[in-house]
């Protein structure tokens, strides 16, 4: 079955970075586009970042672009969000997700930006 187990979240201050990996099995990875979302407290669930099945195409939202960064290593079966300049606005629990014929989700990290 399809799984997808996200990690990296935690405190960082305004200005920091965190890099958040997704570990997926129970598919062909590599066939797959996957996608980083994120939910604010009280917030409807939103895209983050999208990459394609190869690597060579990917979309930001545009509160995140020229500060997130979605790759994947189809080797490892793994997608990262690495995420610079973090804001106290960013702060919120991070999914992944892959859509195989159904939507399947992550349990979500934390990740939460605050002095």
């Known amino acids: 079955q399809v799984q997808l187990v996200e990690s990296g979240g935690g405190l960082v201050q305004p200005g920091g970075s965190l890099r958040l990996s997704c570990a997926a099995s129970?598919?062909?990875?590599?066939?797959?586009?996957m996608s980083w979302y994120r939910q604010a407290p009280g917030k409807e669930r939103e895209l983050v970042a999208v990459?394609?099945?190869?690597?060579?195409?990917?979309n930001y939202a545009d509160s995140v672009k020229g500060r997130f960064t979605i790759s994947r290593d189809n080797a490892k079966n793994t997608v990262y969000l690495q995420m610079n300049s973090l804001k106290p606005e960013d702060t919120a629990v991070y999914y992944c997700?892959?859509?195989?014929?159904?939507?399947?989700w992550g349990q979500g990290t934390q990740v939460t930006v605050s002095s």
């Open positions: 997700k892959v859509v195989k014929y159904l939507v399947y």
């Open positions: 129970g598919f062909t990875f590599s066939s797959y586009a």
């Open positions: 990459i394609s099945s190869g690597g060579l195409s990917t």
